[in-house]
């Protein structure tokens, strides 16, 4: 039988052939395309209207085109659907989609340009099992011995007082020459001090003894003569190994307050700082304790690792003029001796550093210039616009360094002795003679502990009530804990991943759907550009 192959197959018999799914594919792919020609393409371009038509109706094939062959999520289902409502919605979920990759990303880029940071903090055991310890300052409350002042200033006890709380007039200047110049005052102030061959009864630093002359003299102008044990590297860590202070306050040569209307209880300021600052006893670090008090400090060690940014600044490095170090209050300790240095043209006697660009103030300095700088009046904590304004520039200028060691504690506090058991405190006479015994023996006359009656365990009780505290460190633990500051994104590398991500989760895209994107808008361009002709 011959078959003719210019007829054409009835319907029924061509449903009833069985086509493979890949050549159906494409017959029906090639029919949208015919249906797309046939509806959309003008018969006659030349004609205005089929000109507008153009215009119009090519792009349309454009994207639908694109569409097709793009990674982009959603833009094939939208080129596809017919129905008006589901055009909408798809469009809508993609505007959605979009709106959430564009806020995110500018997320990211916003952290990228204002150098966000992020903190991790690690549990950290240090090189060679070697701790940075911190230093300790102590101060007695009582800035002037009574008896070097009864030497000086016997005959005058309103002088003695102006003394004290720095109010000296130019008569009372005058009256004591001396008061003047720089060396005779601060070897005054030295002398005056309570002196730490005198007051340390002992010193244990690791179950080893420690001189006095290894404490470092540190004058403030708030406690005149105070004592710094520098910070050392330790090895070992625990209440077994720790560092000991038994100190006598010295409570019978505290100058009588009762010419100034004051109360003067036999205390000690101390405080606990990283050796590359001074001590400030006015801060968190600063604390007073009081005689016939037994203290223990569980010491824990922090470092601070910062990233110095624009937004957030740190030092790395040491900007002071008169400080070896920079540490906060070194810089505010500065800051603020350049401001009596302006106002006064000196500095303070009784600042820690070396100056030698200024002399030393003087009392009459104090009284009449550095006093009327700070304060309104003399007797009040009024300060004045200038002083307040140059301490808000101090605090603003004096930012935290870069690395920086940070000390916290666990105090204990108890009675350092008991108070109604003599037996106790004569145990304790015979455990520790060379110690103890020299206290009570200073206080109380010299006996035999072996023929001690109850009056003299009394008084030995009631000196060490009233002049002696014990202090005891410890580093509570031999480990660290490293607070580290690392820049969230820190080159333009670190944020492509992020952006990248962000469009594949919202709309399946990555770098080369941009160039897709391209490809589209220079096919929409070339097709407006050849509408007409």
Known sequence: MMVNHNSVLPDDLISNIKFSTSFQKKVEYLKQQQNLNDHILPAEPQHKENKLHNFIIKPRIVFRQWAQSTTLHGIWPIANCEK???????????????????????????????????????????????????????????????????????????????????????????????????????????????????????CLVFNAEIESKQFVNTPTMDFGECYTYPGRNITEAGRNSNFQLLIDLESLDYV??????????????LSIHSIDAIPDFNAVSGFKVFAGTEITFGIYIRKYDRVNTAAEKCIDNNPLKYYQSYSISTCLGECNAKFIQKQCNCTEYLFGANVTDYRPCTPTDVGL????????????????????????????????????????????SRNHLPRDDLHGILKVLKQKPTTYGKVAVQYCGNISVETFNQTWLT????????????????????????????????????????IGGTMGLYLGASILTAMEVVECILRFITCQMYSGK
Request: aromatic share 12%; glycine share 2%; net charge negative.
């Open 369 to 412: 210039c550095i006093q009327d700088s700070k304060s309104k009046s003399n007797y009040t904590q009024v300060y004045t616009e200038a002083y307040l304004a140059h301490q808000r520039n101090c605090t603003q200028e004096c930012i935290v360094p870069c690395t920086e060691w940070e000390y916290s504690y666990q105090i204990e």
């Open 84 to 202: 008006f409502i589901g055009i909408r919605f798809l469009w809508f979920a993609f505007g959605v989609c979009s709106g959430l990759c564009c806020y995110q990303n500018k997320e990211v880029v916003d952290k990228y340009t204002l150098e966000a940071k992020t903190l991790t903090v690690n549990i950290k055991i240090p090189d060679n099992n070697s701790l940075p310890y911190p230093s300790l300052t102590f101060c007695n409350t009582n800035l002037f011995r009574q008896s070097i002042m009864d030497e000086y200033f016997a005959d005058d006890e309103e002088l003695m007082g102006r003394i004290m709380t720095g109010t000296l007039t130019p008569e009372d200047v005058n009256k004591i020459p001396w008061l003047e110049s720089a060396s005779p005052l601060l070897e005054f102030i030295k002398r005056a001090g309570h002196q730490i061959e005198d007051m340390l009864v002992s």
């Open 459 to 498: 008084c030995v009780r009631d000196a060490f009530l009233d002049n002696i505290v014990l202090l005891k460190f410890y580093a509570a633990s031999n480990r660290y804990e490293e607070v580290k500051e690392t820049l969230l994104y820190a080159n333009i590398m670190d944020i492509l991943p992020q």
């Open 256 to 269: 009588d307050d009762s010419n100034l209307n004051a109360y003067n209880p036999a205390s000690l300021q």
